[in-house]
């Protein structure tokens, strides 16, 4: 409490607000975060539609509430009050896990902090870069499984770092579930810095959103930390977030963009945090997903990445990053991301890791280059593709791009199977029910399967 009401003296706070997700932000005149005039962002690009062709999609919601006065910005208040009573202060400035997600940073040094804890499945490029971007899609990860002190984190981010300076210099973003940092246990869109080779955070040093000074906010009304809902659905609509950084002007802008329109500009990190590291560009970029776990032997976790499944689920089962460009020189140029997979664990030892990564880089597709990730479970049932991607099989002879001829029936009788497991694990009362249902529904679908069968015989040529 000493700490938060220290900081809340350094700020000019006009008028306080509760958004309706509980989050309490602190509206302050938007010259009043340091001596220098707040900068000028990128241009917002073009205004295209970004939906996503592959399947449903739902459109992303942030929980905003009331606005406040003009010529103000939202500055998110941490609530102490619902910190785990295990995390410290200390803790919740810190983010040492990028230190281990670069493990071949040219900078590395033995006093370098130690990432116990710490789980990755990314992909990475050395290079010097200006900027990066990628659409990602949203989801609501368990975590603090199975019982750990509560200061557990799953994201899904983006890395830039630099090795010019003597300790490395990083920016972060992309949405975390971490109920030390937010308070729940729900998706928020969140950046992170640090100045000092994931050392000690605070004012200018390093932190998360604008708990510690360093972050300037731009937009009026969207922050980081704000909530993000809905979330993805297995096997249903995906809820993505476009999140992108661009050096520009000599200042770290982010943004953010969704279903239509340009980037919006949240805010930015000032280049004179970065002397002699990310002030120019950056030199090493990565795309993925990371996960802690406070348990004395983090090996135990089966904290969920992403949707909780491994990256060979795939669409609509995994977590994906889409699109993934880097952006090639101070103009704005794109290209391509060109990132290698690699996958790390939080203790030496694991005697496996469970998070998995598939990459598809320059895969020619409306994607670009792409990536899933994700885990720990390999789920048992595959999604049943839709008509679009199914292959006629007939005698033999493969033919691409043709309708499967039982569907939907084929669908009708995979369900039936699934129902007839899944009844096991209801109640007694409810599964000689739902084990009834299941067998109606398998023979309703093989009947279906027949008649289609014999339609295809009687249309042949003799």
């Known amino acids: 409490m000493d700490w938060l009401n220290a900081r809340q003296t350094t700020l000019k706070v006009s008028k306080t607000t509760v958004t309706p997700g509980g989050q309490t932000l602190d509206w302050i005149p938007i010259g009043s975060q340091g001596t220098e005039p707040i900068a000028t962002p990128p241009p917002g690009g073009a205004l295209i539609n970004q939906r996503d062709e592959k399947g449903p999609m739902r459109d992303l919601h942030f929980d905003i509430g009331e606005q406040g006065p003009e010529g103000h910005v ?207 560009h950056a030199e090493w970029v ?53 990132g290698a997979t690699e996958v790390d664990a939080a203790a030496n030892n694991c005697a496996q890791n469970n998070y998995t990564i598939q990459a598809f880089m320059n895969s020619n597709t409306n994607w670009g280059s792409y990536q899933y990730f994700g885990g720990p479970s390999l789920r048992r049932f595959f999604k049943i593709p839709t008509e679009g991607i199914w292959q006629w099989v007939d005698y033999g002879t493969m033919v691409d791009d043709g309708v499967h001829p039982w569907n939907p029936d084929f669908r009708y009788l995979l369900t039936g199977i699934v129902m007839a497991d899944l009844a096991k694990y209801t109640s007694a009362s409810v599964t000689k029910e739902m084990l009834g249902l299941a067998a109606r529904q398998i023979s309703e679908a093989a009947k279906g399967i027949v008649n289609e069968i014999k339609n295809l015989s009687e249309n042949l040529e003799e």
């Open 286 to 338: 990565a795309f993925g997903g990371e996960v802690y776990s406070a348990l004395s032997n983090p090996c135990n976790t089966t904290d969920q990445m992403g949707s909780g499944d491994q990256a060979v689920g795939g669409y609509q089962l995994s977590a994906y990053q889409r699109n993934i460009y880097n952006q090639s020189d101070a103009g704005g140029s794109l290209v391509n991301f060109n």
């Open 74 to 280: 939202p500055v998110l208040r941490p609530d102490l009050s619902k910190l785990p009573a295990t995390i410290s202060i200390k803790d919740l400035f810190n983010k040492r896990g990028g230190v281990q997600v670069n493990s071949r940073r040219k900078n590395k040094k033995p006093t370098d902090p130690n990432p116990f804890g710490y789980f990755h499945a990314s992909s990475s490029e050395t290079t010097n870069v200006f900027g990066c971007e990628s659409w990602l899609n949203v989801w609501d990860p368990q975590i603090d499984i199975p019982s750990s002190p509560g200061d557990d984190h799953s994201i899904s981010q983006t890395w830039l770092q630099n090795y010019q300076a003597a300790q490395t210099h990083s920016i972060e973003a992309g949405w975390t579930v971490d109920l030390g940092l937010n308070g729940d246990l729900k998706p928020h869109l969140f950046t992170y810095y640090t100045t000092n080779g994931y050392g000690p955070g605070g004012d200018n040093l390093g932190g998360y959103n604008r708990l510690q000074a360093g972050w300037k906010q731009y937009h009026a009304s969207i922050y980081p930390g704000i909530l993000l809902s809905p979330t993805s659905v297995i096997n249903g609509a995906q809820v993505e977030l476009g999140i992108k950084f661009q050096l520009w002007q000599g200042n770290w802008w982010f943004g953010i963009r969704y279903v239509s329109g340009g980037w919006i500009w949240l805010g930015y990190y000032p280049g004179s945090l970065f002397s002699g590291g990310l002030v120019n």
